[in-house]
């Protein structure tokens, strides 16, 4: 769906909004963050973002600063507890990064190696993550470290009808120890210990301005379904994640330096390909906790 509006200040090009996949994905240009946002152009990006999942704003040259500033008119951002990962003065954001200075990581290293959800740990799980792209991986002219996304609407609603029903009014057991645990079985460094008591949320669902349904059980983050038979739920879950893997659902998303990519935590899930090894990468993230409509 390509479309784009002419917005009041003529100085301005246009913001035109072009999809990149059939399901989700869509990237949007003629918007200098740097230079400042206009009303109009918050107002589409919000709705590209909600149509899409997720959405890449290109060439955004910008400090961390404006990247907070930036966030703080979506929604009220979430301070990481993951502290010693801040960017320096900045605590709104996170440095995700695998380069090592005087002995010790500067950022999360193999964040997101396993399909979830930001935040979803917590009692307040994320609504949008937004993250720019500082420093980007290349080896031989191919760039490395993409991330892809799944539209979580769209496999709700090609879930065969006897799923849909054991997992619609079922509550998801989301736990930061899981994630941990799965993350060292798959040979991926683990985050920083931190005691979180595990949090239940809806197995779907209802996005609060599309009002579509979307699955809300993630590979990563997702310990267990509540009040199901633990071999049940574990095949459940299993059978669901792998599911949603097929192709027809996922966008891939190849990096360049100066992308901001926006995306919705409760229409999409993530992953991060970890495929680098010691090529530095560096991204800024910020988390919303809650969004701010028109």
Not at 146 to 152: E, G
Request: with cysteine.
């Amino acid at each position: 769906m390509d479309h784009s509006i002419q917005l009041k200040d003529p100085v301005r090009q246009s913001v035109v909004v072009s999809p990149l996949s059939p399901t989700l994905g869509a990237e949007v240009k003629g918007i200098d963050i740097a230079s400042g946002v206009s009303d109009e152009e918050m107002s589409e990006i919000r709705h590209a973002l909600h149509q899409n999942g997720v959405i890449v704003l290109p060439d955004q040259a910008m400090t961390p600063e404006q990247q907070v500033s930036f966030c703080q008119r979506l929604g009220r951002m979430r301070v990481s507890f993951m502290t010693d990962f801040s960017v320096p003065g900045v605590p709104e954001l996170t440095v995700v990064s695998n380069i090592v200075r005087d002995g010790k990581p500067i950022g999360l290293v193999d964040a997101g190696a396993l399909w979830h959800a930001d935040g979803s740990y917590l009692p307040e799980a994320d609504m949008y993550t937004v993250l720019h792209a500082i420093q980007i991986p290349v080896q031989d002219g191919k760039v490395l470290g993409d991330t892809c996304f799944m539209s979580a609407s769209a496999v709700y609603e090609a879930l065969p009808e006897d799923i849909r029903q054991k997992i619609e009014n079922a509550r998801g057991i989301h736990s930061f120890s899981y994630h941990v645990q799965r993350k060292v079985a798959a040979n991926f460094k683990a985050p920083p210990k931190k005691d979180l008591p595990d949090v239940e949320h809806p197995a779907v669902r209802v996005h609060p301005v599309t009002g579509r349904k979307g699955i809300y059980l993630t590979e990563g983050h997702t310990k267990a379904i509540a009040g199901m038979p633990e071999q049940e739920s574990r095949e459940l879950l299993d059978w669901i994640a792998d599911f949603a893997k097929q192709p027809q659902f996922v966008y891939r998303h190849k990096w360049r330096t100066g992308d901001l990519l926006i995306w919705d935590n409760i229409a999409t899930q993530h992953l991060a390909i970890t495929d680098y090894g010691s090529l530095p990468r560096r991204l800024h993230r910020a988390g919303i906790a809650e969004l701010y409509e028109d």
